[in-house]
């Protein structure tokens, strides 16, 4: 269903708008397989850098390669068969059903005119399966639970066939039971993950290693358990936490602590 992993490479990345460099040189990496996570306060850059890697803004300079091929040199197409982005939400699906969501999935594949065939409406109902969403196919997605909206989006971009999923905040405004749902399936998909999050804890549970982005530039990066410390906390996000190690998951637990404790 999925398309072998993809190695990812973003190199000397810059992006420029209005005048201001949103990003400065940005240098990222993930190996086939990899759940990479990028973090950091509002506004440090986490959202456009995903845009630029899977092809929504053009950078000013730096590059983009999967598997070592220039991303610039694919073509919205060729791009499209390589990456999927799976976003907060989607637009231009209001009246659609799960399935017809989904089966847009398929459209880097087809020719613009081409309807979709047996094999097509297969991958739709294999990507339903393998999200736990195949008894949505004929509802409504506008009337979907977050978390329902969210499954059929990553069906959607499993049908693309990909070797790496983009997820933009994939568990904003979701319940917490939600927010574990999605992230667990997205680790066990056979692909490259680049997440965007801005919950520390939940990246720390499921990200192989990490990204922290401050102002456009990457501050610190590595495993969850090596990025992620008080100290960093501190200077990046400009509160005061504690980290220990979770007892159950062995993965670092965040606890923030407030200016002014009670006494």
Known sequence: ???????????????????????????????????????????????????????????????????GVDASALGVRGRARRVAVVPQDAAGTFGLTVREVVSMGRSPHKRFWEQDGPDDRLRVTQALETVGARGLAGRRFDGLSGGERQRALVARALVQEPGLLALDEPTNHLDIRYQLEVLGLVRRLPVTSLIVLHDLNLAAAFCDRLYVLAGGRVVAQGPPAEVLTEELIAEVYGVRAHVAVHPATLAPSIVYLPEHPAV
Do not use: Q
């Open 1 to 67: 269903m999925t398309g072998r992993p993809v190695e990812l490479a973003v190199e000397a990345l810059r992006y420029e708008a209005e005048g201001r460099t949103l990003l400065h040189g940005i240098g990222l990496a993930a190996r086939p397989g990899e759940t990479v996570g990028v973090v950091g306060p509002n506004g440090s850059g986490k959202t456009t850098l995903l845009r630029c890697v899977h092809g929504a803004l053009r950078p000013a300079a730096g590059r983009v390669l999967f598997d």
